[in-house]
């Protein structure tokens, strides 16, 4: 991976350490990498956030010195944090090795959404022609790209502020583009499979991912959309995952020390993984469930196993998220994940 691996010390009084193994956050439970290192940085100088594992709900904290580390440990274990939204962090000093954590077992890949079993998840492959994809390709090529940390992206429509991972309603960017009359005319086809599906769809997110670049695991935000999520993949393919995460057990519970490596592995039992193959010119429905209960999550690979096959991910894969800007408050039957009713 290139990455630096870390492992926890076997030891629980070891202060020598200017990394820090912290559970209870990280992307997957709405904390993201600047927020995390901005927090750790009131302490001192952080060169780095890791994921310590694809769960991203543990990270590793690296601090230049060993000081800031003891500081930040003191200050942030087991207490309510009220930069993180009143959340308890689970702090235990690291050591930098190359031990592997061998958490990133690969799933079997389904190639349709029958198969994964997800209420509310429906992939359409050939939802559009080859020629149509290279229309929608030559629109947004010339259209106003932003700049993230690894991906490109534009929005329209409403804006998306990826800090606070909602949309900015007072920023209206007026209407869909004419470019994508013909998928949204296409979309409503999906009312047919389930009434329920909400086709009105006024958000726009296109996304450029360059190869081995993949998206952190995520439930979109209940309160910023609506319950139906279109994603029309062109280009290149990739995998995508599903995870369930069941009640966190760290939550609340203080950390025992000592036994490390075994709490590691028993929280990997923590989530159900399910992944499925994105082909482009395919579109992916989340509805229901699939929308409001799993995360997505697109691995960090340039090569993916499917079936008996190797699949290079392709020079890009573009991705179209089409969304509802939702006004008021989630609803959903899903309040552990809602940001509206928390
Ligand atoms: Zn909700």
């Known amino acids: 991976m290139g990455l630096p691996r870390f492992t926890c010390p076997k030891g629980r009084d070891d202060e020598s350490s200017p990394h820090l193994y912290v559970a209870n956050c990280g992307p997957a439970v709405g904390l993201s990498y600047e927020i995390i290192a901005s927090v750790f940085g009131t302490y001192g100088e952080v060169k780095g956030v890791y994921s310590a594992d694809e769960s991203g709900t543990r990270v590793i904290v690296s601090f230049q010195e060993k000081g800031s580390a003891q500081c930040a440990l003191k200050e942030l274990n087991g207490k309510p944090c009220s930069s993180l939204g009143g959340r308890s962090l689970h702090i235990q000093y690291s050591v930098q090795s190359l031990n592997k954590i061998n958490s990133t077992e690969s799933v079997p890949v389904a190639t349709s959404a029958s198969d994964l079993n997800i209420p509310g998840l429906f992939l359409i492959q050939d939802f559009i022609t080859a020629k149509e994809e290279e229309e929608l390709l030559s629109a947004v090529d010339c259209g106003p790209w932003k700049h993230l940390a690894k991906r490109r992206v534009q929005h329209y429509g409403y804006e998306f502020c990826y800090g606070i991972r909602n949309v900015n309603t007072n920023q209206y960017l007026g209407e869909l583009p004419d470019f994508v009359s013909q998928i949204l005319e296409r979309v409503r086809s ?98 229901g469930e699939s929308r409001y209960a799993w995360h997505h999550y697109i691995p960090h690979h340039k090569v993916d196993k499917v079936k008996d096959s190797l699949i290079r991910r392709g020079s890009r894969r573009v991705s179209f998220t089409l969304r509802k800007v939702r006004k008021g408050p989630c609803r959903c039957e899903f309040p552990q994940y809602c940001d509206s009713q928390k």
């Not at 086709?199 to 439930?219: A, F």
């Not at 979109?220 to 319950?227: L, M, Y």
């Not at 994603?231 to 393919?237: T, V």
């Open 190 to 287: 999906f009312q047919t499979l389930d009434g329920a599906i909400d086709v009105s769809l006024d958000q726009l997110t296109v996304n450029e991912y360059p190869p081995g670049v993949g998206l952190s695991p995520h439930i979109d935000t209940h309160s910023a959309f609506e319950g139906s999520i279109f994603s029309l993949s062109l280009a290149g393919p990739c995998i995508m995952e599903f995870r369930k995460y069941t009640t966190s057990t760290w939550q609340g519970k203080p950390t025992t020390s000592g036994d490390n490596e075994d709490q590691i592995s028993q929280e990997n039992l923590d989530f159900v993984r399910k992944s499925i193959y994105l082909p482009p010119r395919s579109i992916l429905l989340l509805s």
